[in-house]
């Protein structure tokens, strides 16, 4: 028991900032943590090895956020007004900015998966470029030149659509 304490301890943040990352509800995000090391218990015997634990750990907390997506997504029923009305902007102002949010998630849709993955993690999950190469078995260089890339890829889409 001693050591699964210590693995909590060791990996408990960086797999918390991880699905903060992903999902933007700290709620959610420990729930999904404490789901991740369930499993990582449950499943160990999976673990070979070939990568760090910290890669396997966030590799199941990422399967169980499209999972917490999915169920979401099925019982989903916000009222149109209501979404459109958030922080006291005008309905026009509501619907412009909400047209620059698709545009611009959709050009980061159409990136590749390892590209759209690694400019999630610098952009809205804090990473440093040393953790997202860890993430990816990779080096810090290789997470500073991909989120360049994918960034130039993004204001290149978004040229071509002007």
């Known amino acids: 028991m001693a050591d699964l304490d210590e693995v909590y301890r060791q990996y408990g943040d960086t797999v918390f900032c991880f699905l903060m990352s992903l999902c933007h509800e700290e709620d959610t995000a420990q ?3 404490q789901e991740t090391f369930v499993r990582a218990v449950r499943d160990i015997r999976r673990f070979d090895g070939s990568c760090k634990v910290t890669t396997w750990l966030c590799q199941i907390a990422k399967h169980l956020w499209f999972q917490e997506l999915d169920r979401r997504n099925k019982h989903s029923t916000v009222p149109l ?13 509501s619907l412009c900015l909400k047209e620059k949010k698709m545009e611009l998630f959709q050009c980061v849709h159409d990136l590749d998966e390892t590209s759209k993955e690694v400019l999630l993690l610098r ?11 860890e993430i990816f078995q990779r080096n810090e260089n290789w997470a500073r030149v991909t989120f360049y890339r994918a960034k130039q890829k993004i204001a ?6 002007e």
């Open 31 to 33: 729930d999904l943590v």
């Open 123 to 133: 952009i809205t999950g804090a990473f440093s470029f040393r953790e997202i190469g």
């Open 156 to 161: 290149k889409m978004r040229k071509e659509d």
């Open 81 to 93: 007004e209501e979404s459109l009305l958030q922080n006291g902007h005008s309905l026009e102002d």
